[in-house]
Nanobody, 119 residues
Framework: QVQLVESGGGSVQTGDSLRLSCAAS????????MAWFRQAPGKEREFVAA??????STSYADSVKGRFTISRDGASTYLQMNSLKPEDTAVYYC??????????????WGQGTQVTVSS
């Protein structure tokens, strides 16, 4: 089984930056897409960004395009978050996809890391 642990969250002000990390342990399949999701209180989980197995193709939610950058190193993934806004406040989760490209189906999820952005 694969375990994912997110880190790098914190409390910041509007315009600040954070870099989230997702470390994998256990038997890991490198040739799988990875993704970041987030969930704010009282709201459904939403897609943030995804990256293919090779790391050469990425996708982003419209709300974070131009501000967030997803990257990976093997089975680990990172999310560089710039120009943060209060609307970005949420618990951020990373996940490993079942396929090399984002399929919307995930076998492994992390426990999440809190990001809070104050006005």
């Amino acid at each position: 089984q694969v375990q994912l642990v997110e880190s790098g969250g914190g409390s910041v002000q509007t315009g600040d930056s954070l870099r989230l990390s997702c470390a994998a342990s256990g038997r890991t399949f490198v040739r799988k897409a990875m993704a970041w999701f987030r969930q704010a209180p009282g709201k459904e989980r939403e897609f943030v960004a995804a990256i293919t197995d090779s790391g050469r193709s990425t996708s982003y939610a419209d709300s974070v395009k131009g501000r967030f950058t997803i990257s990976r190193d093997g089975a680990s993934t990172y999310l560089q978050m710039n120009s943060l806004k209060p609307e970005d406040t949420a618990v951020y989760y990373c996940a490993i996809d079942r396929a090399p490209y984002p399929s919307g189906q995930y076998d492994s999820w992390g426990q999440g890391t809190q990001v809070t952005v104050s006005s």
